[in-house]
């Protein structure tokens, strides 16, 4: 069965083509037109994934897209009784989704007719739990989405089991930890979309002084077992003219509308960044206590679905699951001890690398990794594998003390990193001390300059010290 997913008329359009269960190619269409998160429809995405797996548009079985028009049908109706310009904007999009078997037909030249596929929407969300759950190694975990906006929801959280997904909740429109952090993103001059990973690198050079404000901004609480948080929506501006996006166009870069009302000016001290102004160390502060807020969020959300699964692993999915930095402290703030990202790759521990095949797998991305290295003569430098093998020293140890290599983990001192200032600062010493030699026999013999020995006059002064004096009659 060949499966065909098109991420369309959304940032980073991309394509997928999974065969008989297997992944076999997936590719942002940005790969192909060098336009940064291009939107509009990837056809270049898709002509490569079928040239992959070698097939014609009429061998593809069906075909997904990851946007459900009829899912919160309730909620986009009021919504878009109530922005009807947003309503307008997101009705064209809609329209261009529906045309999608027209558009793919088209990517080739032929008849839509021809395609058999049969086309399947799937609920933004659930596509983004999909894209780590299904390719994660996992037979049981939690599972959760964050991002902007998809759907009219901004996160989704369940339970993964076999080949099963089961959805326990959702934040919908207008609530998003995503547009909060957008919003602050453009509040502090970064308007580009895209740009929030700046601020996630500028947060690390202030203190997180404001961090009470964003508590305001948004409310969560870590004890309530309700796993969702609200926005103040006085600071925001989306939920009352919608959030304004451009992504219907394949060779530009999607834009996103201000997300920020002036109210938040007012909350946070002072008037938004311009672009072009000096960064200044409010700014940083601002952006860590932006980076703090979310990681509290995010983080409690984790903890709260760690105790209502009780899983030790975890699929994140989203652009909020993108932010690294709070990625980095899941293992640490919660209880989860396996971690799948997206499909963008594994966090591999020490453990997984033992495993020749996890090892194998690993340094097969690694262009022309020398295979001779394995974890134990590479990764990990062991002792028998060092010069002293041949040296009467081993044999001595293993008399003094049998067992001594295996009962030292000895990986913390000679990884490759640490073995290297081993092996060079005991070069380094080496030299030195042969410089030393060299230049006091140079001194002592071709110049005969009397030089001052310093342990044979701490000798000789205290064996005076210590001597009782003669007294001579
Ligand atoms: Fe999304």
């Given amino acids: 069965m060949n499966i065909l997913g098109i991420n369309a008329y959304h940032g980073n359009a991309s394509a997928a083509i999974l065969c008989d269960g297997q992944l076999i190619a997936a590719v942002e269409e940005e790969r192909f037109n060098r336009v940064k998160y291009a939107a509009g429809f990837p056809s270049a995405a898709i002509r490569y994934c079928l040239k992959e797996a070698g097939l014609t548009p009429s061998e593809i079985h069906h075909v997904a897209v990851p946007r459900n028009p009829y899912a919160r049908l309730a909620t986009k109706l009021w919504y878009a009784l109530r922005m009807p310009s947003f309503a307008r904007e997101r009705a064209k999009v809609l329209v261009k989704f529906t045309g999608i078997p027209e558009a793919l037909a088209g990517v080739f030249d032929w008849d839509p007719k021809k395609l058999l596929a049969k086309f399947h929407r799937v609920e933004h969300h659930q596509a983004h739990l999909a894209s780590s759950y299904f390719v994660s190694p996992f037979e049981n975990a939690a599972l959760l989405s964050a991002?902007?906006?998809?759907?009219?929801?901004?996160?989704?959280?369940?339970?993964?089991?076999?080949?099963?997904?089961?959805?326990?909740?959702?934040?919908?429109?207008?609530?998003?930890?995503?547009?909060?952090?957008?919003?602050?993103?453009?509040?502090?001059?970064?308007?580009?979309?895209?740009?929030?990973?700046?601020?996630?690198?500028?947060?690390?050079?202030?203190?997180?002084?404001?961090?009470?404000?964003?508590r305001e901004i948004v409310s969560f609480d870590p004890r309530s077992r309700a796993n969702g948080f609200r926005l103040a929506l006085?600071?925001?501006?989306?939920?009352?003219?919608?959030?304004?996006?451009?992504?219907?166009?394949?060779?530009?870069?999607?834009?996103?509308?201000?997300?920020?009302?002036?109210?938040?000016?007012?909350?946070?001290?002072?008037?938004?960044?311009?672009?072009?102004?000096?960064?200044?160390?409010?700014?940083?502060?601002?952006?860590?206590?932006?980076?703090?807020?979310?990681?509290?969020?995010?983080?409690?959300?984790?903890?709260?679905?760690?105790?209502?699964?009780?899983?030790?692993?975890?699929?994140?999915?989203?652009?909020?699951?993108?932010?690294?930095?709070?990625?980095?402290?899941?293992?640490?703030?919660?209880?989860?001890?396996?971690?799948?990202?997206?499909?963008?790759?594994?966090?591999?521990?020490?453990?997984?690398?033992?495993?020749?095949?996890?090892?194998?797998?690993?340094?097969?991305?690694?262009?022309?990794?020398?295979?001779?290295?394995?974890?134990?003569s590479?990764?990990?430098?062991?002792?028998?594998?060092?010069?002293?093998?041949?040296?009467?020293?081993?044999?001595?140890?293993?008399?003094?003390?049998?067992?001594?290599?295996?009962?030292?983990?000895?990986?913390?001192?000679?990884?490759?990193?640490?073995?290297?200032?081993?092996?060079?600062?005991?070069?380094?010493?080496?030299?030195?001390?042969?410089?030393?030699?060299?230049?006091g026999w140079y001194a002592d013999q071709r110049l005969k300059i009397p030089r001052f020995h310093f342990r044979e006059h701490l000798i000789r002064a205290a064996a005076t010290f210590f001597s009782t004096p003669e007294i001579e009659r």
């Fill in 378 to 439: 590479y990764a990990h430098v062991r002792i028998a594998r060092l010069p002293m093998q041949g040296l009467g020293l081993r044999k001595v140890l293993e008399w003094a003390y049998p067992g001594w290599d295996e009962a030292f983990d000895w990986s913390l001192l000679l990884e490759r990193e640490s073995f290297f200032v081993l092996v060079s600062s005991a070069t380094a010493t080496l030299l030195f001390l042969l410089l030393r030699a060299y230049l």
């Fill in 234 to 376: 006085e600071y925001f501006t989306h939920h009352r003219s919608g959030p304004e996006m451009s992504w219907a166009e394949a060779d530009k870069t999607p834009t996103l509308g201000k997300l920020f009302s002036e109210e938040m000016g007012k909350k946070l001290g002072a008037p938004a960044r311009a672009p072009e102004a000096a960064l200044e160390q409010r700014h940083r502060d601002l952006a860590s206590a932006l980076q703090a807020r979310l990681e509290e969020v995010y983080l409690g959300m984790l903890r709260k679905l760690a105790a209502q699964t009780h899983s030790k692993s975890v699929c994140l999915a989203g652009g909020v699951a993108f932010n690294c930095v709070a990625n980095g402290k899941i293992f640490d703030a919660t209880p989860f001890e396996d971690c799948l990202l997206y499909t963008s790759g594994r966090l591999l521990t020490r453990q997984d690398l033992k495993i020749p095949e996890i090892f194998a797998q690993a340094t097969g991305l690694v262009p022309a990794y020398p295979q001779a290295y394995n974890y134990s």
């Fill in 147 to 214: 991002d902007g906006l998809g759907d009219f929801a901004s996160s989704m959280w369940g339970t993964g089991t076999g080949n099963r997904m089961r959805i326990d909740g959702c934040v919908a429109f207008p609530h998003s930890l995503g547009l909060f952090y957008s919003a602050v993103t453009q509040y502090l001059g970064f308007l580009k979309f895209g740009d929030e990973y700046k601020i996630m690198g500028l947060a690390a050079y202030g203190e997180p002084t404001q961090l009470d404000a964003m």
